[in-house]
């Protein structure tokens, strides 16, 4: 028997066995007796564990994307559930080229103010009137439009200067009992240069009237074009309320059009009233209206072409009012086919224009229209402020003029 080692602290341990786990060889392989404490890899067994393994591991991943993304989407999702109808409406619509254009048409007006305000040449004339004060500037348009109309776009731009360095805060409805009456157009940055080309001078002008009751006020806008017969005019004619709109400068309007007509002769005809009957208050409704009545075109037109032979109160129908035990009578007339088919295709920020300078004392007025400013990117124009508009106050019984 063999006797236990000493040590000069005593005694060891006697030395346990080492346990060497067999690894088996590849299939066919005899076994290496001599190599079993050593660990070999296995090839076949590792694709077999990798081939296993790969689903798994790309479904957790893929589990993983699709929660981040899911999480993403529900912050915009609940953005999205809290919007009402009508904005959702709005968001549709802006894919089509139209909309979009008029959802981006304040941003558009702004940046071509800024290459017109850029591309001014320093004249004699802007540099006088660069220290000018208000009056200076009123009595510098009525001079402009009324013996040298060649000054009027050095005059406008001095007057937008003027306004953008003071940021004068110009409120129109808080001037309302001043500002009704009718206010004529006497220079249009779009219109005027063109008339050189041949193109006819046009009658515009616009009528300011209170509401009735706290009701906002009410603008009515007229446009004749001259024809060659008979001394008449095709009148294309708008009405609506007159808001203020969100601008941080409070220089802003929206004229919220509510109807539409067209018309022939010497004098346009005078605001018609609400022909849907009030119910259209919004452009969803005003979709709805005119997808469910495309017989009105027919009608409308031939209900138009009766009146001029003095036919009245043709293809009236009455409907419920929204109001209990009432009714509204509608006409199937053209002038409500195009109110519908116009509130749809004119949202409010086609119908908001900035109002940069305006004296009631003096009647003048220096307006924007975004809606006109691309038409200074025509080969013949000029360009500068083609959305810029100059008008006056009239009289009582002033007559309407053509536009200079």
Not at 37 to 57: C, E, G, N, Q, S
Not at 174 to 198: H, N
Not at 277 to 295: K, Q, Y
Request: overall charge neutral; proline content about 9%.
């Amino acid at each position: 028997m063999e006797k236990p080692s000493t040590h000069a602290m005593g005694p060891l341990r006697p030395s346990l066995p080492v346990y060497t786990p067999s690894v088996p060889s590849p299939r066919g392989a005899p076994w290496d007796t001599k190599a079993r404490h050593k660990v070999r890899v296995d090839p076949w067994r590792m694709r077999r564990i990798a081939a296993f393994l790969t689903p798994v591991l790309y479904k957790c991943r893929r589990h993983r994307k699709t929660k981040r993304q899911s999480q993403k989407a529900q912050a915009p999702q609940e953005k999205d559930e809290e919007k009402s109808l009508e904005e959702k409406f709005n968001d549709f619509t802006t894919v089509l080229p139209w909309f979009g254009f008029a959802a981006d048409i304040q941003q558009l007006h702004a940046e071509r103010r800024t290459r017109a305000r850029e591309a001014a040449e320093g004249t004699e004339l802007q540099q006088r009137l660069r220290l000018a004060d208000r009056s200076d500037l009123c009595n510098a348009l009525r001079h402009a439009y009324e013996k040298n109309p060649a000054e009027m776009p050095e005059v406008v731009e001095a007057v937008l200067q003027y306004a953008e360095a003071t940021k004068t805060r110009t409120e129109p409805t808080k001037v309302i009992d001043d500002l009704c009456g009718r206010w004529e157009a006497v220079w249009s940055g779009a219109f005027t240069p063109l008339q050189k080309f041949g193109i006819p001078r046009q009658s515009l002008w616009v009528e300011v009237t209170p509401g009735k009751d706290g009701d906002p006020p009410i603008v009515t806008a007229h446009s004749g074009l001259p024809l060659v017969l008979f001394g008449a005019y095709l009148w294309t004619s708008c009405a609506g309320d007159l808001l203020p709109a969100e601008s941080a400068s409070g220089s802003q309007v929206l004229i919220q059009f509510t109807r539409y007509w067209i018309d022939i002769g010497r004098e346009p005809r005078p605001d018609i009233g609400r022909v849907d009957g009030g119910f259209i208050n919004s452009r969803l409704s005003a979709f709805g209206a005119a997808l469910v009545t495309p017989v009105l075109l027919e009608f409308g037109a031939l209900k138009w072409l009766l009146e001029r032979f003095g036919f009245q109160r043709v293809f009236e129908v009455e409907v419920p009012s929204p109001e209990k035990e009432k009714t509204v009578k509608l006409q199937a007339s053209l002038e409500l086919y195009l109110t519908l088919l116009a509130r749809v295709a004119f949202p409010d920020s086609l119908s908001t224009c900035p109002v940069p300078f305006l004296d009631v004392k003096e009647g003048l007025c220096v307006y924007e229209i975004p809606m006109l400013g691309p038409l200074g990117d025509l080969p013949l124009h000029p360009g500068g402020n083609s959305a810029t508009l100059v008008a006056r106050k009239l009289a009582e019984d002033e007559p309407v003029q053509l536009m200079r």
